[in-house]
C-alpha cells in the first residue's frame, strides 16, 4: 500500500488532471468557433483546406449584421445599467435592514435567472399583445433583459455588502453624512467592484440572450435572432466572426475587471 | 447588523420610507415583467382563445385536460416531453455536479493558478450561447467534427455522437457548469478544513470524511448549484433545437411550437405546469438550503 503522503500527491494529481480535462471540454467549442472564423471551409473542421480572413471581411462589409449588432449592445447596455440601478438599492435592502419576508424577496430576486426563457417570453408577449398600445420592440426588449440582469447584480453586490464592515458608514451617518452621502463615498466605493462584476454579467447575459427577444422583440433586429434566422438556413460563416470577435473583446474585458477588481470573490462571494 | 441600522434609521428618518424606496424600483421591475406576466399567462390557461386569437374569459380546464388527453395519459405529446426533460435536466445535473466538483474542490484548496482557471471558466461562460450551440451542432453528428476524428483515429464513426439525448445533455450542461462550480467553490471555500484533518487524524478514510464532513457541509450548494443547472435546463430551448436532430421534443420547444402556431391557450397551460414544477422544485430545494445558507453568504 503506497504512504498517505504518496496517496495525497496521487490525488493531487487526479485533481489537476480532471480540471484540466473539464477546461479542455469547455474550450473545445470555442475552439471550433475560433478556428472555424478563418477556415476556408466554414462548414466543418475537417478537411481543413486553409486560412482566409474573407469572413472577417464579408462580416464587416455586412450593414444590416452590423446594424443588429448595434442594437443588442444598446439593448444590453441600457438593460443592464436598468438592473444595475434598481439591484444595487435592493440589496442594500436586503442585506443592512431588517425586511419582512426578505427570504421571499430573495428568492423572488433569483427567479428571473432560472424560470425558463420560453416561459417568461411567452408571458411578457402574449400579456403586451393584450395591453394596449403596447406592442414588442425595443422598450418590452430591454425591461424583459433588465429583469433577466437583476438576480445576477443582486447576488453579486449583495454577498459583496455581507462581507464589508458597515461600520464606517454608520460612524459616517453618526458624525452627520446622510444616509445616502454615507452611501456614496463610504460603502460604494467598497462594493464597486461587486457592481461593475454584476454589471458586466447582466450586460453579457442580455447581449447573448436569445429566447426571451424571439418572443419580445418583435421588428427590432436583435444580434440573436438575426444569427437564429441564419443559422436555419445551414452554415453562416459570419456567425463565427462575430462570436470570435466578441469573445476577445470580453477575454481582455474580463482580464482588465479580474486584474483591476476581485471578480473572482465578488462572483463566488468568497473572502 | 440589522439591529444598528435599524436603531440609527429610527434616529435619522423613516427606515420605512427608505425601506420603500430602495425595494420598489426592484419590486416593481419584478412585478411588472415576471409576476405579471406570469400571472396573466395563468389566467390565459383557463381562458378559451378564439381563432381569431381573442381571449374569452370563460374559465375552464379545457386546456390542462387537452395536454392529457390520451390513453394512455402519458402518451400525449406534452407528458412524453415533460418527462423526457425532466430526465435530460438531471442527467445534465448529474453531469455538471460530478465534473464540478473536483474542479471547486481543487480551486478552493489552492492558491495556485486560481485566477487563471476562473478566467477560462468565465470566458466559454460569457461566449455567444446560440454560437456555442451551434458549434456543438458541428461537434456532433454524423458527419461531424468528433466523428471526423474518432473515423482519423480509428474507432469512428461512433453512434453516441449522433444528435439526439446525449448531445442535447453536453450542450446544456456546457451552458450551465460555471453556475455548478461558482456555487461549489463557494460552499467548499468556507468550509472550515481544520475539521477534515481531525477527522483524519482521529482514522477516517478520506471517502469517510468526504461522505460524512465534506459532502454535509457543502450539501446546500450541491442543492442550490443543481438548481441552477436542472431549471434552466428542464425549461431549455436552444440546445434541444440544434441537438435533438429532430429525434425528440423537449417541453420547452413544444411551448415555444404552440406559440408558433398561435396555440395560446394551450402553450399557457403547458407552461403553466412547467412553472408549477419548477416551483415545486424550489419548495423542496428550500428545505435543504435554508437552515445553514439563512441568507448569509
Known amino acids: 500500500m503506497a504512504s498517505p503522503s504518496t496517496r495525497s500527491r496521487l490525488l493531487g494529481h487526479a485533481l489537476s488532471a480532471w480540471t484540466v480535462a473539464v477546461l479542455a471540454v469547455l474550450w473545445l467549442p470555442l475552439v471550433v468557433i475560433i478556428v472555424l472564423s478563418v477556415a476556408e471551409n466554414a462548414a466543418t473542421i475537417l478537411p481543413f483546406t486553409g486560412v482566409t480572413l474573407a469572413h472577417y471581411q464579408a462580416t464587416l462589409q ?10 443588442s449592445a444598446t439593448i444590453a447596455t441600457l438593460a443592464s445599467v436598468l ?11 436586503l442585506v443592512r435592514y431588517d425586511v419582512p419576508l426578505s427570504n421571499a424577496f430573495r428568492v423572488a430576486v433569483v427567479l428571473p435567472m432560472v424560470v425558463p426563457g420560453v416561459v417568461l417570453g411567452i408571458g411578457v408577449l402574449i400579456s403586451i399583445r393584450t395591453l394596449p398600445g403596447i406592442t414588442p420592440g425595443f422598450v418590452p426588449t430591454v425591461l424583459t433583459h433588465a429583469v433577466y440582469g437583476l438576480p445576477f447584480v443582486v447576488l453579486l453586490v449583495s454577498a459583496r455588502l455581507a462581507a464589508v464592515d458597515d461600520t464606517l458608514a454608520d460612524a459616517a451617518r453618526d ?4 444616509p445616502l452621502v454615507a452611501f456614496r463615498d463610504v460603502t460604494l466605493p467598497a462594493i464597486a467592484p461587486a457592481v461593475a462584476s454584476g454589471f458586466l454579467f447582466a450586460w453579457v447575459r442580455s447581449f447573448e440572450e436569445f429566447v426571451r427577444a424571439y418572443f ?22 459570419k456567425l463565427n466572426v462575430i462570436a470570435t470577435l466578441v469573445l476577445f473583446v470580453l477575454a481582455v474585458v474580463l482580464a482588465v475587471a479580474m486584474t483591476a477588481g476581485d471578480v473572482v470573490s465578488a462572483v463566488t462571494a468568497g473572502e | 447588523m440589522g439591529d444598528t441600522d435599524s436603531v440609527l434609521g429610527r434616529l435619522v428618518g423613516s427606515p420605512r420610507a427608505r425601506l420603500a424606496a430602495l425595494l420598489a424600483p426592484s419590486g416593481g421591475l419584478l412585478v411588472a415583467l415576471l ?3 406570469l400571472s396573466f399567462m395563468v389566467a390565459v390557461s383557463f381562458a378559451r382563445v378564439s381563432d381569431a386569437s381573442r381571449i374569452i374569459w370563460h374559465p375552464t380546464a379545457a386546456n390542462y385536460t387537452a395536454l392529457v388527453d390520451a390513453t394512455p395519459f402519458w402518451s400525449t405529446p406534452f407528458v412524453t416531453s415533460l418527462l423526457l426533460s425532466v430526465g435530460i435536466a438531471a442527467a445534465t445535473t448529474v453531469v455538471c455536479l460530478v465534473a464540478a466538483y473536483p474542479v471547486a474542490y481543487a480551486l478552493a484548496r489552492r492558491d495556485r493558478g486560481r485566477r487563471v482557471v476562473f478566467f477560462l471558466v468565465l470566458l466559454p461562460f460569457f461566449t455567444m450561447y446560440l454560437v456555442r450551440v451551434y458549434s456543438w451542432y458541428l461537434l456532433f453528428g454524423d458527419g461531424g467534427v468528433l466523428n471526423d476524428i474518432a473515423t482519423v483515429l480509428g474507432v469512428g464513426p461512433v453512434d453516441a455522437f449522433g444528435f439526439g439525448v446525449p448531445a442535447i445533455v453536453v450542450g446544456l ?13 463557494a460552499g467548499i471555500e468556507a468550509v472550515d478544513f481544520d475539521v477534515l484533518e ?20 457543502t450539501l446546500p450548494n450541491v442543492v442550490a448549484g443543481s438548481l441552477f443547472v436542472f431549471v434552466p435546463a428542464f425549461g431549455s430551448f436552444v440546445a434541444p433545437r440544434f441537438l435533438s436532430g429532430s429525434t425528440v421534443l423537449l417541453v420547452g420547444q413544444l411551448i415555444a411550437g404552440r406559440i408558433d402556431s398561435f396555440n395560446i391557450a394551450s402553450a399557457s397551460a403547458a407552461a403553466t405546469v412547467v412553472v408549477v414544477l419548477i416551483a415545486a422544485a424550489f419548495g423542496v430545494a428550500a428545505r435543504y438550503t435554508d437552515a445553514s445558507a439563512g441568507g448569509d453568504h
Request: proline share 6%.
Open chain 1, 83 to 93: 438592473a444595475t440601478a434598481v439591484g444595487v438599492p435592493a440589496s442594500v435592502a
Open chain 1, 62 to 71: 455586412d450593414g444590416a449584421l452590423l446594424g443588429s449588432v448595434a442594437n
Open chain 1, 175 to 178: 458624525l452627520g453624512a446622510s
Open chain 1, 216 to 237: 419580445v422583440s418583435g421588428t427590432t433586429d436583435v444580434l440573436t435572432t438575426e444569427m437564429y434566422a441564419l443559422l436555419a438556413y445551414g452554415t453562416a460563416p
Open chain 2, 35 to 37: 409576476f405579471a406576466p
Open chain 2, 173 to 185: 450542461a456546457h451552458a450551465q457548469f460555471p453556475y455548478m462550480l461558482l456555487t461549489l467553490y
Open chain 2, 198 to 217: 481531525a477527522a483524519r487524524d482521529l482514522g477516517a478514510s478520506r471517502r469517510a470524511v468526504f461522505r460524512d464532513v465534506l459532502l454535509p457541509l
